[in-house]
């Protein structure tokens, strides 16, 4: 049995060595790639990066000496290929999971890609993020949605639903509430820039469909018609009931009505 554990440990460690060996090289051809200033190459090998990316933030302590370059280094990448959202959130993932103190290449890349993004309050989003840089896990997590949902970057849609799969994995506290209606919006199909907007910050929103009182009207019809259809789609009767008694509070001239008419027909048929 000693045998067997000794072995382990020795397996695990030679996995440990080879992965940060292989971090090395990953932050090398990243960085060689993006001296070549070629659009298209940069673009195409982002994707590969991501990955990498997303593996040593499961387990950052473990990579902290090449985790920070190899994200300063993938920030620089979506910079150069204007992808400027994407660049702010590398850098919260940077500033969050890896930090470094001596780095000053950080903070300026940051504000170069911010300005891009249009972030609101460039200084104060980057002292938030080296204010939560030390604290647990969770809170790490939640400073890097707080920025993402609050700037509306909605360009790191895909990246966000990576990580609130991996905040999942590390975390046995809830989702925050932001992050439920986030999930509920995407789940129904709602497009990205229209669902970064309709996320309340004040309020819980435990209601049905996230109906939070920070919605517009037309904010709310439009979450009933794509809750409504998603519902007809997955044959989900109980909640498709309860989704036309939402709508039919908030209807309106003859498209309402037909729309209303739609949804009792597919509900009588499923």
Same mark, same amino acid.
């Given at each position: 049995?000693? =045998?067997?554990? *000794? ?5 695990? $460690? ?6 940060? %060996? ?13 001296? %070549? ?11 590969? #990066?991501?990955?990498? #990316? ?11 000496? *090449? ?5 300063? &280094? ?8 204007? %992808? ?16 470094? &103190? !001596? ?9 170069? #890609? ?7 309050? @460039? +200084? ?18 939640? #400073? ?6 609050? &700037? ?9 639903? +990576? ?5 999942? $994995? ?10 439920? %209606?986030? +999930? ?7 497009? !990205?820039?229209?669902? *970064? ?20 009207? =037309? $904010? ?12 007809? &789609? @997955? ?24 729309? /209303? ?8 048929? /499923?």
């Amino acid at each position: 049995m000693k =045998k067997i554990i *000794f072995l382990s440990i020795i397996i695990f $460690q030679f996995g440990f060595f080879a992965f940060s %060996q292989s971090l090395k090289a990953e932050y090398q051809y990243l960085y060689l790639i993006n001296k %070549q200033d070629n659009e298209e190459i940069i673009k195409d090998n982002l994707r590969n #990066a991501e990955l990498v #990316a997303y593996k040593i933030t499961e387990n950052p302590d473990n990579y902290n000496d *090449f985790g920070t370059l190899f994200y300063i &280094e993938l920030a620089r990448g979506y910079l150069k290929t204007e %992808q400027y959202a994407k660049s702010v959130f590398t850098l919260a993932r940077q500033i969050l999971f890896f930090p470094d &103190e !001596n780095n000053k290449n950080t903070e300026h890349v940051f504000r170069i #890609a911010a300005e891009g993004a249009n972030v609101k309050n @460039i +200084e104060n989003s980057y002292k938030k993020l080296l204010q939560k840089s030390e604290a647990e896990t969770f809170e790490k997590f939640n #400073a890097l949605f707080d920025l993402t949902l609050s &700037e509306k970057l909605y360009e790191t849609d895909d990246l966000l639903n +990576e990580y609130i799969r991996l905040y999942r $994995q590390k975390n046995t506290q809830p989702l925050p509430d932001r992050i439920k %209606q986030y +999930e509920f919006y995407t789940l129904i199909g709602i497009k !990205n820039k229209d669902k *970064f907007n309709m996320i309340s910050y004040t309020e819980e929103s435990d209601d049905f469909l996230h109906l939070h009182n920070d919605l517009t009207t =037309k $904010q709310k019809r439009k979450i009933i018609n794509a809750a409504a259809d998603y519902y007809i &789609e @997955i044959k989900n009767k109980n909640e498709l009931k309860k989704t036309i008694s939402e709508y039919k509070k908030i209807k309106k001239g003859i498209g309402g009505n037909f729309s /209303l008419l739609y949804y009792k027909i597919s509900y009588a048929v /499923l």
